[in-house]
């Protein structure tokens, strides 16, 4: 699986968007892009994913350049909920499940 | 309506002590999962299991032992508790066993050995 590299933190004021950049400039294609985040003592939680088009749910985007090597998580409106620290994770189709976590970017939301 | 749910949440116990934590998931996965988070934060996963079979066994002491009774469930046995198994245990569980699926994760057990 491709490598990734984030910004080992980011502060974002409340209410603005939080935009996470992402690394993957080995990935090839048929690797998708994950995004996972982990709050204080809870696990990990699922974000969003994607492949090559840009992809919206309800709790972010992520936008991926057109030659795939790097992404970007946008929060759109950061609240204090969203303090944690974001993975990037770089998949293989039919990988057998194995998540490999990085060591992410940890986001501070501030008032 | 917990959907991945592991106990205890906190274990603490003596070195050479087996112990064992539990995880059960309501969301009627097939695969689950065990990773380990040591002090520095990095998460590894340990196993995985689909319908009750093994897929993914990374390298573990042998001292860890998963059991999968059911789909919806997957314990950790641990034998002769060493130091550097303190560490957070987390469970997590998806639909099918390829990378794709989105893996929902349960809130940890937070294992010190004194």
């Known amino acids: 699986d491709a490598k990734t590299t984030q910004p080992t933190s980011m502060d974002c004021a409340e209410g603005r968007a939080a935009n996470l950049p992402c690394n993957h400039s080995t990935i090839s294609g048929n690797e998708y892009v994950y995004w996972y985040r982990q709050i204080h003592s809870q696990g990990p939680q699922y974000i969003i994913h994607g492949l090559k088009n840009n992809e919206t749910n309800e709790m972010a985007s992520l936008i991926i350049t057109e030659d795939r090597k790097s992404s970007t998580l946008i929060l759109p409106h950061a609240t204090l909920r969203d303090t944690a620290v974001y993975y990037c994770i770089v998949i293989s189709l039919g990988t057998a499940s194995k998540l490999t976590f990085g060591t992410g970017t940890r986001l501070q939301v501030t008032l | 309506d917990t959907a991945v749910s592991q106990t205890p949440k906190y274990l603490v116990t003596q070195m050479g002590n087996d112990k064992s934590i539990k995880c059960e998931q309501n969301l009627g996965h097939d695969t689950m999962y065990w990773y380990k988070q040591d002090s520095k934060k990095f998460l590894k996963i340990m196993f995985s299991?689909?319908?009750?079979?093994?897929?993914i066994n990374e390298t573990v002491p042998n001292r860890f032992s998963p059991k999968s009774p059911d789909k919806a469930h997957l314990n950790l046995h641990i034998n002769s508790l060493e130091l550097g198994d303190s560490a957070v245990y987390f469970c997590a569980s998806s639909q099918g066993n390829r990378v794709r699926q989105p893996q929902h994760f349960g809130d940890g057990t937070r294992l010190s050995i004194l």
């Open positions: 299991y689909n319908n009750k079979e093994l897929i």
